[in-house]
């Protein structure tokens, strides 16, 4: 099935670039596109791109770190016109196409003075809940974490799950966390939970942990081990009726069709920078056939943060979006929601003066 979708991936390239070849790309078309790497050495490495067009427009986009090489290749874009969003992303080197796909939607949005969920066809809702990631390895680090996020208007946290220093840990590593829950639940009663693997546990810890917090109605747990063995997924849905959500490593579409096929998966997490805008939405069409719900999630700025509140408000299945390590930035969080952005394009404006030093030539 993978196998297929490539081909087909490889197909609709080669289709696009037929069509656009002899295209008039008018006074929209493509003048320059520079690429900058993410400043904060803090967080999870992204690059920021900057796509002008001869109309004076300018849209942004995040997606995973590019080479030179990566950048070089994106001068093929240059000259092609913005506004065919669908066709140029997957002409884009892969790492940059979530990235470009968010810059050419937000350059369509500010020329028809349009926010991207309109026109992608939305709004289906006018707020999109919000869900943060506790930092800290002990429960008391924890809890101040949650108090603070709690300040800021979040409802809803994920737990992250210690690694646990070997495989087939048992019961001491299930009562850790089965009491961590309890602690978190107990100081703040009202606030709904969710656990986040980070696909490092083995089938037997993940389906031990997961049995445990059934009776606790998590909100779901997040990737409890890689996505490279359909039985071992297998094993932990049998054992469980707690909600598997997955997405986070996946890069092909093919993988989450069949997860979805194989009644596998039961919250669908596709990455912005690697999907970008519309690759998302169409995911979630996808899933919406198996009636599965999406939480698109990124770990990179604010372009990225302002997308997955375009892509919520673009499809009916969407359920949460997961906060960056980096926070919410200047988006307002009123109990437990966050609004859509309200301005042309993605919403957002960014000073490159800041990136100049960063830019990879």
């Not at 670039?17 to 967080?43: E, K, M, V, W, Y």
């Not at 309890?182 to 693997?197: H, N, T, V, Y």
């Not at 599965?292 to 299945?317: E, F, K, Q, Y």
């Amino acid at each position: 099935m993978i196998a297929n979708m490539q081909r087909s991936e490889g197909l609709r390239s080669r289709m696009a670039a037929q069509a656009l070849g002899s295209t008039n790309a008018g006074p929209h078309a493509i003048s320059r596109i520079q690429a900058f790497a993410s400043p904060d050495a803090s967080g999870a490495p992204y690059t920021l791109l900057q796509i002008e067009t001869r109309s004076g427009i300018t849209g942004y986009g995040e997606c995973k770190p590019l080479s030179r090489a990566d950048v070089q290749a994106l001068s093929q874009l240059v000259g092609r016109p913005a506004y065919a969003y669908e066709a140029l992303t997957p002409l884009a080197p892969p790492p940059a196409r979530g990235g470009v796909n968010m810059a050419l939607l937000d350059i369509v949005g500010k020329a028809t003075k349009a926010p991207v969920y309109r026109v992608l066809g939305g709004p289906t809702r006018f707020k999109a809940r919000a869900i943060g990631r506790l930092n800290g390895s002990s429960d008391s680090e924890l809890q101040q974490d949650m108090q603070k996020q709690s300040a800021m208007g979040i409802r809803a946290f994920l737990i992250p799950v210690a690694k646990p220093p070997a495989p087939n840990q048992g019961s001491h590593f299930v009562k850790l966390h089965v009491q961590r829950f309890k602690s978190l639940k107990a100081a703040m009663p009202q606030a709904d939970f969710a656990f986040e693997g980070t696909n490092q546990l083995s089938s037997g810890d993940a389906s031990s942990l997961a049995a445990a917090i059934e009776s606790m109605r998590p909100l779901w747990f997040d990737e409890p081990c890689p996505v490279t063995n359909l039985d071992t997924i297998r094993k932990i849905a049998s054992e469980t009726v707690v909600p598997l959500g997955f997405g986070r490593t996946i890069v092909e579409p093919g993988t989450f069709q069949d997860l979805l096929r194989e009644g596998l998966i039961d919250l669908v997490r596709p990455d912005l920078q690697v999907f970008g805008i519309s690759g998302v939405c169409r995911i979630a069409s996808m899933a919406e056939t198996y009636y599965t719900a999406v939480a698109p999630w990124h770990d990179a700025g604010p372009i990225s943060t302002a997308a997955a509140l375009h892509a919520a408000a673009s499809m009916p299945n969407f359920f949460v979006f997961q906060l960056p390590a980096a926070g919410a930035g200047s988006l307002v969080i009123r109990d437990g929601f966050i609004e859509l952005p309200k301005g042309p394009g993605l919403g957002v404006e960014v000073d490159t003066k800041n990136w100049e030093r960063n830019r990879i030539a």
